[in-house]
């Protein structure tokens, strides 16, 4: 059997290694290593892919992040809403810009933000909210978008886990996770489900003056070359990266339908298990499955996740610590207690080992290992 690995990017490059080679191959011999044609390429191959008008490419998920929230003229103690289950990125842009960012709780079948939660935590001050497409399912837009019209409000999408995803709405039309809000912001992080090798991220809208300014943006706030009007950053996809993932971008769909055959497997092995609750696949989204993350009941998960290690199957905590307990983040506005669904998935969930080359042999073995430390 193949060594198992939570994300196996060695295997999925093996299949694509020519188009892979060539393609940095060519940025090499072009030397056009910054914002070349690779990039361009790239950046128009994603618009169309996400049927969304203007991808701007930058450095990571991160900046993504911070470049969009810049780019709303927002000021210190304006509040940003979010989750208090997520990856620290999302709140760490929020507190850099000396913004006051507002969490709330999750729905305990998605992991994904609650829109009764938010619409709780509005204020006057309140400016915008960033819904975490969590493990690789879109939250629920059709509501956050009710809610950010009525009040107001911007909505930026942090879509580092679930790019590719289709949101459903009620009318029955369909639109790509990250382009329903105001902005959408994704990772190309290696093991995200479209990764480069190395680091990389863009922004997504469909308005033309949030893209005119978050160009400027992440070109050190400059408008006409040497002349800075805003105080920017610098924030670039590096064109080897651009070409490795102009590659890639082909193959997302086929990525993604992978990782549902393997969840699938997961699902059907754990099904009905009083110990286990496998992800809920709410109806609105078609889920990607950047992680695959069950929820433990009534048994002891360090134990459970100490036998998969002995029998080298490795399995992860997204995330053991909320947000609000995050030492860098503790804030007399809240203490232990206040967000108790986080609280509880922190406490309870682990992520199986999701990526896009799982065969048989390796997810039977998967599955008989955790049973057998279930009915011991
Ligand atoms: C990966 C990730 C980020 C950050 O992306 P980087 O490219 O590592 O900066 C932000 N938010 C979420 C939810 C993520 O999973």
């Known amino acids: 059997m193949k060594k198992l690995q939570m994300v196996d990017l060695r295997s999925q490059y093996l299949h694509i290694k020519p188009e892979i080679d060539r393609g940095i191959q060519e940025v090499i011999d072009s030397c056009a290593f910054i914002n070349g044609p690779a990039v361009n390429g790239f950046q128009k191959d994603l618009e169309q892919y996400l049927g969304v008008k203007h991808v701007i490419p930058c450095a990571n998920g991160t900046d993504a992040l911070q470049v969009a929230m810049m780019a709303l003229n927002l000021v210190p103690g304006d509040e940003v809403i979010t989750t208090s289950f ?49 493990f690789g399912q879109t939250a629920p837009m059709e509501e956050i978008m009710e809610i950010a019209a009525k009040h107001n409000l911007f909505v ?12 459903y709405f009620n009318d029955g039309t369909a639109k790509k996770a990250g382009t ?13 489900n479209l990764g ?14 949030l893209a005119k300014q978050m160009r400027v ?6 408008t ?28 997302l769909d086929e990525y993604a339908a992978s990782r549902r055959a393997a969840a699938d497997f997961y699902d059907e092995a754990f099904k009905n298990h009083p110990h286990l609750k496998t992800p809920v696949r709410y109806g609105k989204s078609n889920h990607v499955f950047h992680q695959y993350t069950l929820v433990t009941e009534g ?13 080298e199957i490795p399995a992860m ?28 998935l922190s406490e309870t969930v682990f992520s199986l080992p999701m990526h896009t080359e799982l065969d048989h042999e390796q997810l039977t073995y998967i599955t008989q290992s955790v049973l057998e430390f279930l009915n011991q």
């Open 224 to 251: 006409v070359r040497y002349y800075h009007d805003y105080i920017g950053v610098n924030s670039r996809l590096d064109s080897i990266q651009a070409a490795i993932l102009k590659v890639k971008l082909a193959h």
């Open 317 to 344: 905590i997204y995330y053991p610590v909320p947000l609000h307990m995050q030492k860098a983040y503790l804030d007399p506005r809240y203490k232990p207690g206040d967000f108790p669904v986080t609280e509880h």
């Open 180 to 192: 329903i809000g105001h902005i959408g912001c994704t990772s190309f992080f290696p093991s995200k």
């Open 86 to 134: 997520t990856f620290i990125a999302t709140a760490e842009v929020i507190a850099l810009l000396k913004l006051t960012p507002v969490l709330v709780d999750v729905d305990p079948g998605t992991f994904n933000i609650d829109p009764k939660a938010i619409e709780r935590a509005i204020t006057p001050k309140t400016k915008a909210i960033v819904p975490v497409h969590l």
């Open 196 to 209: 480069c090798y190395g680091d990389g991220g863009a922004i997504f809208t469909n308005d033309d003056d």
């Open 156 to 167: 930026i999408e942090d879509n580092c886990q679930a790019i590719g995803s289709d949101y």
């Open 217 to 222: 943006v992440v070109n050190h706030g400059m």
């Open 299 to 311: 048994i002891d998960r360090k134990a459970l996740i100490e036998f998969l290690g002995t029998k």
